[in-house]
């Protein structure tokens, strides 16, 4: 069955009725401008075809369950607080808390959930989540609230509700991003532009690498990463490190006493300039000259905001010697994927490298499958 079907269906076998709809919401994959999210600056996401699908019905006034075939058991929940509801019924009921506080009146529902998109891989599957059920509620309540408003809400149901520190990107592109598009988004103004990324046309491909090493926000390290940004903003008399120009990347550096901070500042002030000029390179149709940006970005993560892994490392440099043209990693760090451009017709090459390499060290096999630019979430 379909991801869609399973939904469906576990929704009938749940609640011994058939759902009103069905709404889907894709994962992501960043092609490039990680950690620039929350620092003001600029990403360019674009939606995976792998979706989480909520098959959804009504409920009475105040009253919300939700289902996932991925879990055992059903969560009932009525009108909450932060923390309230935690594991994964804490993103749904982290959408209802953050409708109810933005002033809206969210129905009631029953929600059985099935997902396509991998957890713990660094490709959002939070963020679809939260995008499914927020699109499912704002449909079946017929609430006035308009997509370009939506992301901000599920970003302060994952930050408040939850209580991880994510910026604003996975929500963008799981509700925001197009089919045959990368989104560029505006981290400080949330203007958003379409950018065409036909690989196929170009005889290319993102081959997307699972490195299956393990995945964790909510574990300190990107809330460290978060602090360090915002304190280095703080002692440059800067609202964010967006606003520190390459040109002006030096002086600043200087005015920093602290060496882990100046390198984390160093990777946001770069990865921005790296996705403004593929963003440039992609206008002017010249797709294979963004692979040397893709791979500048991953030493920057590896080096100065020191969030990759071996397993990652070891990922992107089988890629690079197997002929892409650029690898790097993808998502928050500290495991997830990496992403490699390659000849579409190279794709079984590549994969190979990364399975030798990771069977010399002993790793868990990676997981690698192409990856194609979907839409955002919608109802089916």
Not at 77 to 100: C, D, H, K, N
Not at 261 to 290: F, P, S, Y
Request: proline content about 5%; some cysteine; glycine content about 10%.
């Amino acid at each position: 069955m379909t991801v869609a079907e399973d939904a469906a269906a576990a929704f009938r076998t749940q609640y011994a009725a058939e759902p009103s709809g069905l709404w889907a919401a894709p994962g992501r994959v960043n092609l490039i401008g990680e950690h620039t999210d929350y620092n003001e600056g600029f990403v360019l996401p674009f939606a995976l075809p792998q979706r989480t699908v909520a098959a959804v019905g009504p409920a009475p006034a105040g009253a919300w369950s939700v289902f996932s075939t991925d879990a055992e058991g059903e969560v009932s929940f009525g009108v909450t607080q932060p923390g309230e509801v935690s594991g994964w019924a804490g993103y749904p009921a982290g959408i209802v808390w953050a409708l109810r506080d933005a002033g809206f009146d969210v129905p009631g529902a029953r929600i059985a959930l099935a997902s396509e998109v991998p957890v713990g891989s660094g490709l959002s599957s939070s963020a679809a989540l939260e995008s499914a059920v927020l699109t499912a509620l704002a449909d079946l309540g017929g609430l006035d609230l308009p997509v370009d408003r939506r992301p901000a809400l599920a970003q302060r149901a994952e930050n408040v509700y939850v209580g991880a520190p994510t910026g604003i990107l996975d929500q963008s592109a799981s509700i925001r991003c197009q089919e045959g598009r990368a989104l560029f988004l505006d981290c400080r103004s949330f203007e958003v532009e379409q950018i065409p990324f036909d690989l196929a046309a170009a005889g290319l491909a993102i081959l997307v690498i699972n490195s299956n090493a393990p995945h964790q926000h909510v574990d300190g390290e990107y809330g460290a990463r978060r602090k360090s940004c915002e304190a280095a903003a703080a002692a440059l008399g800067v609202p964010a490190l967006r606003d520190i120009s390459v040109d002006g990347l030096p002086a600043a550096l200087a005015a920093l006493d602290d060496d882990v901070m100046r390198r984390r500042v160093r990777h946001v002030v770069t990865e921005d300039q790296r996705v403004l000029d593929t963003v440039a390179l992609l206008r002017a149709g010249k797709v294979r000259e963004i692979g040397p940006l893709l791979t500048a970005s991953h030493a920057s993560m590896r080096d100065d905001f020191e969030i990759t892994v071996d397993q990652v490392d070891v990922a992107v440099q089988a890629a690079l010697d197997a002929g892409a043209y650029g690898a790097r990693m993808t998502g928050g760090g500290f495991g997830g994927c990496v992403l490699a451009l390659i000849d579409a017709d190279r794709a079984a090459e590549v994969t190979g490298a990364v399975d030798a390499a990771y069977a010399a060290r002993g790793f868990t096999p990676a997981t690698s499958w192409i990856a194609v630019a979907g839409p955002g979430a919608t109802k089916l």
